[in-house]
């Protein structure tokens, strides 16, 4: 999408895991980096198909953006603003439900503060599943 309100991750629940209980992924505030992303903390997850999540800019930050991608259009202005989520851009979510992740990944990393605290070997790299 053009209009810099919305954005689409390439992983969906299959990457992600999705339980009605768990509840949708969430943006971390810090990337694995350990740096600050504060211009993210105005999106969130709205969406997941099989293999793509949907971010929403919120309600408040919607005005701004939608400007400065009309800028854009008329050629006054770039359409990305600070807190644009770009292609290749690398967002780090936190699953709301695990389970489902051991089937498809072979590892999960514990993360805390930007920092990888441990690596858990799933169920998939024990060789219990093909």
Do not use: M, N
């Amino acid at each position: 999408p053009t209009c810099g309100t919305r954005a689409i991750g390439d992983a969906g629940f299959k990457a992600l895991g999705w339980h009605p209980f768990g509840g949708l992924p969430v943006l971390a505030e810090t990337l694995v980096t350990g740096t600050s992303a504060p211009a993210l903390k105005s999106w969130s997850v709205v969406g997941l198909s099989a293999e793509h999540t949907k971010f929403q800019l919120a309600a408040a930050d919607k005005q701004a953006a939608t400007s400065t991608a009309a800028a854009a259009a008329t050629g006054t202005g770039t359409g990305t603003g600070a807190g644009a989520i770009k292609r290749g851009d690398k967002i780090l979510l936190v699953p709301g439900y695990t389970d489902a992740l051991g089937y498809a990944h072979q590892r999960i990393y514990a993360a805390r503060d930007g920092r990888v605290e441990a690596v858990w070997p799933t169920v998939s790299a024990k060789g219990w599943f093909p």
